[in-house]
């Protein structure tokens, strides 16, 4: 079945402690990226990425680090987490987003609070 | 920088009643894209709109991209229970992904 795999679904923890959610997907797509969605705000890219060890910022990427070293998987790492990070993220993947605009395949999303 | 309008914010309807929400460009668009998520859920592809004009339909849902591909509309008629969620446009421009903030349809009881 196509689709794109997050863990944690939830996590707790606490202002500082490194963590990283991960994403994964089984559509050798090349275009990934990371949203954070925050009510009234919609959906807010973090980073993005063409393909492997290709890597962009989006709208918010401060705070975030992301890396491409395999085609399928696509980490978000928070270094140093605030409280202001508590948010609802998700994964996505597609395939190549040039011009042409292709569908996105989202991932069930991770529920991050940071305390 | 670009952005995309998406309006109302929430819309309160009776079942059976239509559902319309809009979405406004600063910017020429290349294409359009329409997404819902359900309560709790993630978003779901529902359909891309291309070219200037074009006007699509997936059974009670009407889909419209403006002339100048600065505008779209999706039209709900008669609404259902199951058409309950949040429907976000994502605007295709200079190779970014540009989102509306969604419009969260809510069906009164």
């Known amino acids: 079945e196509a689709q794109v795999t997050q863990n944690p679904r939830y996590l707790i923890t606490v202002t500082g402690k490194k963590l990283t959610v991960t994403c994964s997907q089984n559509m050798n797509h090349e275009y990934m990226s990371w949203y954070r969605q925050d009510p009234g705000l919609g959906l807010r890219q973090i980073y993005y990425s063409m393909n492997v060890e290709v890597t962009d910022k989006g709208d918010v990427p401060e705070g975030y680090k992301v890396s491409r070293k395999e085609k399928r998987n696509f980490p978000l790492i928070l270094e140093s987490p605030s409280p202001n990070q508590t948010s609802l993220y998700f994964c996505a993947s597609s395939l190549s987003d040039r011009q042409g605009g292709y569908e996105q395949y989202f991932g069930p999303g991770t529920r991050l609070t940071v305390t | 920088g670009q952005q995309v309008m998406q309006i109302p914010q929430y819309q309160h309807v009776q079942e059976g009643e239509d559902f319309t929400t809009y979405c406004n460009s600063s910017t020429t668009l290349s294409n359009i894209q329409w997404y819902k998520q359900r309560p709790g859920g993630h978003p779901v592809f529902l359909i891309q709109l291309v070219k200037s004009g074009e006007v699509k339909k997936q059974k009670r849902l009407t889909f419209q991209f403006g002339e100048a591909k600065k505008n779209s509309s999706l039209h709900i008629t008669a609404t259902q229970t199951t058409d309950v969620g949040t429907y976000f446009c994502?605007?295709?421009?200079?190779?970014?992904?540009?989102w509306g903030a969604g419009t969260k349809l809510i069906i009164k009881p």
């Open positions: 994502a605007g295709h421009s200079n190779y970014q992904l540009i």
